[in-house]
């Protein structure tokens, strides 16, 4: 049996987060096989409902590898959007000024254009080595911008790295749901001993 003294220090290390697991053992013992003295029926049931409460289970083995390595990847995944937000106004102007100067040549080729080729034949061979130069330049083009796709697929990969983790911490934080629920019990005796 716990005098009130003893009783109060024990409470008081406890809620102050210092009490040992040995300590909160007896407490726990106390209030749900012990004579509970009046004024302390909150404490009781928080302490009658960890008993009925499952155990709470313990973080994985690799817990803390895998949250520091979605932080990791998060930062990843911003360096990259770093890199993204310079890239993507270069590029712009690049293909800005290649759209100006393709269409100063072609209207300036245009304005002074005039019919050299007699022969049909001939003139179907030039257009076909000229749109052959063009589509090869275009692919030469889209080559260089596959960097850019390829930073699309690492933010994307980024991305589902951080939903996992996101996923596997809050699974993880369930537990604490316990907690809340033993201190929405615990509030309607606090405001009735506020009260007195």
Same mark, same amino acid.
């Given at each position: 049996? +716990? ?10 290390? &406890? ?6 697991? =040995? ?18 029926? /909150? ?5 009658? &409902? ?8 313990? /973080? ?28 993507? /106004? ?57 960097? =850019?796709? +390829?930073?699309?697929? =690492? ?38 001993? $506020? $009260?007195?």
């Amino acid at each position: 049996m +716990m005098n009130k003294e003893e009783l109060n220090e024990l409470l008081e290390k &406890y809620y102050n987060g210092e009490s040992t697991e =040995v300590e909160e053992d007896r407490l726990r013992i106390f209030f749900l096989h012990g004579d509970v003295p009046p004024g302390y029926e /909150p404490e009781k049931e928080i302490f009658s &409902y960890y008993s009925e409460a499952l155990e709470v289970p313990q /973080p994985a083995e690799n817990f803390e590898v895998r949250l520091i390595e979605g932080i990791d990847a998060f930062e990843d995944t911003k360096n990259h959007r770093t890199l993204r937000r310079i890239i993507t /106004p270069i590029v712009s102007i690049a293909a800005a000024a290649a759209i100006f100067i393709g269409s100063y040549f072609f209207f300036t080729d245009k304005s002074q254009s005039h019919d050299t080729y007699s022969d049909p034949k001939i003139a179907y061979a030039e257009t076909m080595k000229i749109l052959r130069n063009v589509s090869s330049q275009l692919n030469s083009g889209a080559r260089a911008l596959e960097p =850019v796709g +390829m930073m699309s697929d =690492v933010t994307t990969k980024s991305l589902e790295s951080i939903s996992r983790s996101t996923r596997i911490v809050t699974e993880n934080l369930k537990p604490l749901d316990y907690l809340q629920k033993a201190i929405d019990i615990a509030n309607p005796y606090e405001d009735k001993i $506020n $009260n007195k």
